[in-house]
């Protein structure tokens, strides 16, 4: 089934139904520019029909996407078709998966037309800006090829576009099948289950060993996520962008479930702007596709500093808090080593409306580390006295088992229990249901 817009000389384009490597089914359309090319009206308008096509059959939408700003004389065509296609992409969002291919360039409207998808994949070589080289250049005075401003690299470790970056246009269409084949078609379906021989009473002592033995010691989390999952598979999403968070996608006994996970490598695992709007819009996606969300926990608060604060973070650090306590999916939390202050509670605590929590023997949930502690309640404790204090403190709150108590932890598990206990969450937690809030839509921290 295709539907063709007019061909022009220097262009590829069209919107057809596909089937991937999966057998599954998805709507997609393609603008395959050459040169300098502008975007025409007709192309915007099949961006727009194919979102409205794949909302109208609940299949999820991949757009492969480049285009330059519209020519001068189109201008005002192109600017309405844009309007339009990006009404058809909020009116997917939350109902379809909606996935861009960047594989050439996008300058102005076009390129906000990516801001609006769900999955961004952006091919070496390509650009995507709002504002020009030479625009920037006119009203900064400072020069930027086309590669620093919205290449590849700005576009995946600072702006935070590129969900993952690829070397060719067919790597990227190989790694969208992997994506899909664990995503469900719609909101309306279930994620699927992927069979695996893994066995699910796996032990998972290796897990554990990951941890240093230094408090402080860093360790890259992505190991523990991979001993977890089934067959050590984990597709990592935006892995270059807020690296002191991890988030990507994995299957637990054939479950698949979306992993939140601080990175102790980088900035300790501590919170920051980028790693709180990072996992907000994660967390939110998961929860529109009824996706569980897994969060392995190993943070000691949110990143201190005054440039933070001026720039939002109360208001960013929200989000990520926000898109937790509003998710009605299955949420299963493991405190892998420390859980302190603000990030605590933001990192999906039982208090957040969280399902289960978990905790390693080791784990410390404490508003605060001891030294910490101590150099606010003992400011005038010498340095001998200091030591005992942060001794004593360690010995008597820094545990899990407060929290257990408390009922802040269901449970204080060993490491190789870890996957057993994981997979058995989520399939006690498959019938899960929750009343949702009888209002036009909630109010995000933006």
Known sequence: MTDVAPARP??????????????????????????????????????????????????????????????????????????????????????????????????????????????????????????????????????????????????TTEAGLASLTLPTLMAAEEAIDELLAVLPSS???????????????????????????????????????????????????????????????????????????????????????PSSQKGGRFVAFCDAFNIPLVTLVDTSGFYPGKDLEWRGMIRYGAQLAFAYARATVPRVNITLRKSYGGAYIVMDSKNMGNDLVFAWPTAEIAVMGAKGAVEILHRRADEDERAQLEAAYE????????????????????????????IESLRLLASKREIVPNRRHDNTPL
Not at 397 to 404: D, F, G, Q, V, W
């Open 10 to 155: 220097n262009t590829r384009q069209g919107l057809s139904i596909e089937t991937g490597s999966d057998g599954r089914r998805r709507v997609v359309v393609r603008l395959r520019h050459t040169g300098d090319a502008p975007i025409t009206a007709a192309e915007a308008d099949l961006v727009a029909r194919g979102a409205r096509q794949a909302l109208d059959k609940a299949l999820p939408f991949v757009c492969e996407f480049s285009g330059n700003g519209p020519a001068p004389e189109d201008e005002l065509a192109v600017t309405f078709a844009i309007g339009d296609a990006a009404k058809a992409l909020t009116d997917c969002s939350g109902r379809v998966p909606t996935i861009g291919i960047l594989h050439g360039d996008a300058f102005a409207g076009p390129a906000l037309l990516l801001g609006l998808m769900d999955f961004v994949f952006v091919v070496d070589g390509a650009h995507a800006f709002v504002s020009g080289p030479s625009m920037v250049s006119e009203y900064t005075g400072v020069d930027f090829s086309r590669a620093d401003l919205g290449g590849a690299r700005p576009l």
């Open 187 to 273: 909101a309306d379906t279930p994620a699927p289950m992927i069979p695996s021989a893994d066995p699910v009473a796996r032990a998972t002592i290796e897990a554990g060993d990951v941890i240093p033995d230094s408090a402080t010691g860093a360790y890259d989390v992505r190991d523990i996520a991979s001993i977890l999952a089934d067959d050590g598979w984990f597709l990592e999403i935006r892995p270059s962008f807020a690296t002191n968070l991890v988030t990507g996608f994995a299957t637990f006994g054939g479950i698949v479930a979306g992993v939140v996970a601080n990175q102790p490598m980088s900035i300790a695992g501590t919170l920051d702007i």
């Open 395 to 422: 010995e008597r709150l820094l545990n899990p088992y407060i929290a257990a108590q408390r009922g802040s932890v269901d449970a204080v598990i060993e490491p190789g229990e870890t996957r057993k206990t994981l």
